[in-house]
C-alpha cells in the first residue's frame, strides 16, 4: 500500500505539473482546465478550488452513468490535484514565463505530454481516479467505446462549456482535446509492456484482442 501510495501522489503530481505548464505557455489549456480559469475569471476563488467544485459534479455524473451511488472518494484526488496546482502555479512555478511562439509551443508539448504521463502513471496505482478519468472508465465502461474516443468526447464537453465562459481556449486547447486521449492510450500501452497494468491498460488490451 506504501507503494501504491507513493505511486499515486507522485502520479498526480506530475499530472500537476504538466497542467501547470500549458497554463504558463498561454497558448491554451486543456478543456478542463479552460473551464476552471473561466470559473475563476467569472466567479472568483482559485483554479485549484474549482478543480475541486468541478470534480464534485462529475463524480455525481459519473454514478448517473453507471447507475450506482457516486464514489465519493473522487474527492481525494482532486483535493490532492487542486492542492498541487495551486502551489505550483502560484509559488513554485512563478518564475517560469516563456516569450516568443517557439518557446511557448516547447513548454505546451512539453506540458501536454507531461499530463498524459501523469495521469497514466497514477492509474497504477489503482487508487480513487480523478473524477474526469473516472468519466473516461465509465463511458467506457457502459459503451464500449475505446480509450481516445471517450476521452476525446469528455474534453469536447469541456471545451463547449469553457468557450460559453469565455476562458482560456487556444490552438493548444484543440490539439489537448484531440491528442490527450491518444497520448494516454500510448503511455499506458508502454507502462503495461514493461509491467505496470492498470484498468485503462487492460480495457485497451481488451479491446485489442
Known amino acids: ?13 506530475i499530472l500537476s505539473f504538466g497542467v501547470v505548464c500549458m497554463i504558463k505557455a498561454n497558448i491554451g489549456v486543456a478543456p478542463w482546465d479552460a473551464l476552471n480559469v473561466a470559473l475563476t475569471d467569472k466567479v472568483g476563488l482559485t483554479v485549484g478550488s474549482w478543480v475541486f467544485i468541478v470534480g ?25 490535484i487542486g492542492f498541487f496546482v495551486d502551489l505550483l502555479n502560484l509559488k513554485v512555478l512563478t518564475f517560469l514565463k516563456v516569450n516568443g511562439a517557439l518557446h511557448q509551443w516547447i513548454l505546451f508539448l512539453a506540458g501536454l505530454s507531461i499530463l498524459a504521463a501523469g495521469i497514466s502513471f497514477y492509474l497504477r496505482a489503482q487508487l480513487p481516479s480523478v473524477p474526469n478519468d473516472e468519466l473516461m472508465l465509465a ?38 482535446m484531440l491528442g490527450i486521449g491518444v497520448l494516454i492510450h500510448v503511455f499506458d500501452k508502454l507502462l503495461h509492456k514493461i509491467g505496470f497494468s492498470s484498468p485503462v491498460a487492460q480495457t485497451a488490451v ?4
Open 139 to 176: 463511458v467506457t465502461e457502459r459503451t464500449g467505446w475505446q480509450i481516445y474516443m471517450t476521452k476525446t468526447i469528455g474534453e469536447a464537453a469541456a471545451l463547449i462549456l469553457a468557450i460559453i465562459l469565455k476562458g482560456p481556449v487556444g490552438v493548444g486547447t484543440i490539439i489537448v
Open 1 to 13: 500500500m506504501m507503494k501504491r501510495s507513493l505511486i499515486y501522489i507522485v502520479g498526480l503530481f
Open 206 to 209: 481488451n479491446e485489442e484482442k
Open 56 to 80: 464534485g459534479v462529475i463524480i455525481l455524473i459519473n454514478g448517473i452513468i453507471r447507475m450506482r451511488l457516486p464514489n465519493v472518494t473522487g474527492a481525494i484526488p482532486i483535493v490532492i
